[in-house]
Every structure is written in C-alpha cells, then in structure tokens.
DNA sequence: AGTTGTGAAACGTTTCACAGCT
DNA sequence: AGCTGTGAAACGTTTCACAACT
C-alpha cells in the first residue's frame, strides 16, 4: 500500500460521511463531480483520491454509493469496531463520553480514567470512571487501540507516556500542549488556542492584495 | 501581505506557544534548531516560515526571544484581544465557556446562546446564558468577530448562516457536519470522528512497506 | 452522451546548501 | 565559528485534459 497524505485521508472521511447521508436518502449512484460538491472539492480530486486504491465507478455512471461506503469503510480500517480508552474525566473528557457520534461512527469507550477520587466510580453514558492506577492493567486486559487525552496540559506528557508504555499506538490529544511521541505513534492534536488564532490571522489577513 | 499558508500559520502559533514558556524560563535568544526541535520541524522550515515575515534574527546568535514573540503576535493579529460569541451552550458549549484558555490567548467569551428556556440564564465562568433570539442583535452590539458553533449537527448550517447574515467572518465548527459558507468567510471544522478515523487509517496502515 | 481513470503539466511546499552577517 | 536568510533543487499535491469505457 503506497503512502497516502493526511490530506486525503481526511476527505476521504468528508465522502464517507456525505455518502451515509446520501445513501439514507435512497441514492443508488453518485459523480465524482456532486461528490466533490459536498466535500468542497473538485471532481478530478475526488478521482484522484479513490483511483489511489481502485477502481470503484463505472464510466458514465459514476460510482455505486453503497459499493463505494464499503470500499471506503475497508480503506479507513472502519470495517471493524475501534475500542477507546479517555485519559481524564473533567469537562471535556466528560462531554466525549457522552457524545453518541463515538459509537455510531464505530469507536467504543471501554474505559475512561481520572486521578480524581470525587470523579472514580460516577458514571457517563454507561462507562464507570475507573481510578488513574487502572490505566495500565485495563489496557493490557482490553486491549484498547486508540487513547483520548482529556487531562490538564501538565499532565498531558506524562499520560502520553503512560498509555504508550502500555502499548497505545494512536491518541488523540485535546491537552492544549504538543507532545512529543517515539517514532511509530501517532498523535493528532485538538487545540482550540491553534484554531482560534488560524481565525485571528484570517481575520487580521482579510484585506489582502 | 504575501498569501501564507495554513500549514505555515499553524507552525507559527506553536513557534509562539513554546516561545511563550521559554521566555518564563528566562532564555533570552533562541536558535531555528531549538524551535524547531520544539515545533516537531526543521531549522531550515522554521526561517522559511519566518522569512515570509521579515528578518527577526541576528546571524550567529539567533532569534531574541521577547523580539520574536513581540513580532508573532503581530504576524497573527494576537496583539489586540479577540471578542467571540459561542452558539450552544450544551456539553461542548459549556465546556469551552469555561475554558481558561480562550482569556490567556486574547479570546473573550462575550456572549454565549441556547434555544433550551432551562439553560437560559444560567452562568457559565462569569458570562450569562442568553437566549438564542438574542443572537444577532448581541452581534450587532457587540461586534464579536469570531463564532464558535457547539449546537447540534442538525442546526449547524441555519446557526452559521445566521451568524453570516449578521456579519461574522470566522467561524469555528464544532457541530460534526461540514458546513458551506460564503466566500470570505473562514470555516473551521473540529471533528472528533475525522481525527479518530483518521487516527484508525493510521493504525490499519501501520504494517507500512 | 456522460463519466471515470490517469498520465502530464502546473503549482506549491519543503529541503538543501551556502553566501553573508555578527 | 556560528547561525541566519534565501535562491535553487527536490519533492509532493492538485489541476488539466483526454482516452477509455458504459
């Protein structure tokens, strides 16, 4: 499997989810060209994209819709369910576990763990808060592949250490600090500050030439 | 003003957060090595990127550390403070409201919106929950320049063309639809399922040849 | 007729390498 | 001697344009 950017993986995503939609609406086919539409794109991108990986549409058709969801649920590796541990039980960590589009998107919370003893053993959405020294023998007993950083930004290398001794391979950081990780895990980080001030600029760059 | 990149802004504001921490530390000058060792880049891309900019350094010696923070900020409009409203006041509404973040960065929460009679009139940090009517009459008063949407997927594209409509140019999405604006409108999406399906392309493809 | 799949061209970003300054 | 600033090269991504197919 040749290397594909990040890029397009995230548009990939972007068809995906356009895709469910249109497939609930009773749509059997698709062009590249309304696939393109949604995802804020253009035909010969969304082409490029999926000619990454295969053949999918049929010339002058376009692509099946429900052939294309499954080809592309195979490609992102969402063809199985993902189990997910959170790291911290505060606001944040509170308000993921208790978001649905986790489990209809095909991530399951097995665990969600916090140092603060007032915070152990309440529940969210049907997951118990498990106390902070549960981490490592949870992992090891259920094998979660994916970890969520909910903790202060203090806090937040340490818990990346802790989950990557444990054998986490992928984690999502929404600690406002940037982690550094060994070669081989992945880290995607969720920083309101950056997003903020990547609005800033473009409100301060408006006025352009 | 040269067009900038968004990959470039980005690596900017995390120049300027590590900046930020070793001013505290008392360091005086900083090299392109040390930045980008702490950027996750190269020295090579950190001068690039500053170069769009001008020449802040001193050959030899390296960047003064207040100097470059001085200057970032203005590169990215963080020298004035920045008034957002945020539309939602649910879990993630809430929680971003009483995010200490947004102040330390230059962001004020000056008003913040529900629908939901039960929320209105509740306090979040300091501001008050105001009802949803309330919306574009509070923009026009009060000029925020950014919106932050944590409103229901459902409800997210009528919430930012009623923003639109009332004259904000930044939106920042935290409702899981991708959303079509006007040209001249910036739309930025934070996605939980895009950044963990993206972290599960990553884990299906690690086996890499 | 309509739409895909894809080489080739265009474009943009990153890395290299070194002249130039302190 | 050390580090910046920057043109040029390398690399990667996006757009174009059209042959191939239904």
Sequence with gaps: MKHIAEPTVRRLTGYLRFLEAFDADGHETISS???????????????????????FGKRGLGYGVKDLIASLREILGLDTRW??????????????????GFGTHGFDVVGIYDTDPARVGTHLSGVT???????????AALAPRIAVLCVPGEAAQAALDRVVAAGIRA???????????????????????????????????????
Excluded: C
């Design 33 to 55: 060209g309304e696939l393109a539409r949604a995802g804020g794109t253009t035909s010969a991108q969304v082409r490029k994209d999926l000619s990454f990986f295969g053949s």
């Design 83 to 100: 189990p997910v541990v959170i790291v911290g039980a505060g606001k944040i960590g509170a308000a993921l576990a208790q978001y649905r």
């Design 129 to 139: 808060v498990r106390a902070d020294h549960d981490l490592e023998g949870d992992i």
């Design 171 to 209: 984690v999502l950081n929404f600690a406002p600090t940037s982690l550094v990780a060994p070669e081989g895990v992945t880290v995607r980080a969720v920083n309101m500050a950056t997003e903020l001030e990547v609005l800033a600029y473009a409100l301060t760059n408006e006025a352009r030439d």
